[in-house]
């Protein structure tokens, strides 16, 4: 049975939302667009709707999902205890797209926090994904929307084909406005651990005075058995099926050089930022963007793009790992299986 379609993108008008608000009370799950990337929601305290989740993913159950609310009293029904710096965090940039762990309460289902005594929360920015949440007047789990290891959804034609009939609804808003998962953080000691990187950076934390630790994970490979703060890290994620090579200098010429390198008599498809696109030699090359924030938007479309080429390797372009870039190599490095040249 194919899912129902609600187009949110020319009728911009939120009763259409009750519908699916209300699949989501009865259980059944909803894909729904976000500020970051698309979702796949259900009640996040019926065990059972949660299940169809990971069924619906090909997701490991130990692999945490990120609860989504639309009001601070949710919260405070869902955590023990909302620290000090994250009252501040949440201050300065809920709704937006920052998950923050908390000590969670036993309302909270052990399959979304994959048996650990912690869950993972957000406030989106996002109106359709808010009023959803408070149509179905409870808290939404939602991992991306996508199946587990691919490329994340940023539109709804990426994703259309692999999630059609595995949800109820399906609402297309359109681009989203990020492109990347939102920042994953908890609070040690008094110090923000970056869990997962996204558009909230670890400057704009360190802004507020407040000490940061990037996991060592975010760009390095897991080590079986090695312990991790998140779940998530030891997992393939965002990957086309055509083998990546991820390459970057700070010198510009020395990177494209490479990258031309390494397409010699081979069908490759170069991944590369606007001002490059002209300088390589394969026939097939997907312009980036230029911006930072562009990339961001536009890196999970073109991987998925590239794939379709079926072409011997897919080559592309890094930028530098501050500010938005962090999030956006950590989704590339993981693309490439760690396949990564930094000259």
Same mark, same amino acid.
């Given at each position: ?174 681009? *989203? ?80 050089? /490479? ?9 490759? *498809?170069?991944?590369?930022?606007? /001002? ?42 890094? *930028? ?24």
């Amino acid at each position: 049975m194919k899912s129902k379609y609600i187009n949110f993108i020319q009728d911009k008008n939120y009763e259409k939302l009750k519908a699916p608000a209300e699949a989501i009370k009865q259980g059944k799950l909803v894909l729904f667009p976000t500020e970051t990337v698309y979702g796949i929601g259900a009640d996040a305290l019926n065990e059972e709707a949660v299940k169809k989740i990971y069924i619906a993913k090909g997701r490991a159950s130990d692999n945490p999902l990120i609860v989504h609310i639309a009001k601070m009293e949710m919260l405070d029904r869902l955590v023990e205890n909302v620290g000090n710096i994250e009252k501040i965090l949440i201050k300065k940039f809920w709704p937006g797209p920052l998950t923050i762990v908390f000590k969670k309460k036993k309302i909270i289902p052990n399959i979304i926090t994959g048996g650990l005594d912690t869950v993972a929360i957000r406030m989106p920015s996002n109106l359709v994904a808010r009023k959803l949440i408070e149509y179905s007047n409870c808290p939404i789990a939602a991992p991306s929307a996508n199946i587990s290891g691919k490329p994340s959804g940023t539109i709804v034609e990426d994703i259309i084909d692999e999630l059609d009939g595995k949800v109820e609804y399906v609402i297309d808003g359109g681009k *989203v406005d990020i492109g990347v998962e939102s920042t994953v953080i908890r609070v040690v000691n008094g110090i923000v651990h970056i869990l997962r990187p996204g558009k909230i950076t670890p400057e704009d934390i360190e802004k507020l005075n407040i000490p940061v630790h990037i996991e060592k994970q975010i760009l390095g490979s897991y080590k079986e058995g090695e312990k991790v703060m998140s779940p998530g890290i030891k997992y393939k994620h965002y990957a086309p099926n055509t083998k990546c090579i991820l390459v970057y200098s700070k010198e510009n010429d020395k990177m494209v050089e /490479k990258i031309n390198s390494l397409a010699q008599n081979k069908k490759t *498809v170069i991944l590369c930022t606007s /001002k490059n696109i002209e300088k390589y030699n394969s026939e097939i090359k997907l312009d980036m963007g230029q911006t930072l924030e562009e990339i961001s938007q536009n890196i999970f479309t073109l991987l998925r793009k590239a794939d379709k080429y079926k072409a011997d390797l897919i080559l592309i372009e890094g *930028v530098e790992k501050t500010g938005l870039g962090l999030a956006i190599m950590n989704r590339l490095i993981r693309a490439s299986a760690h396949e990564f040249i930094e000259i």
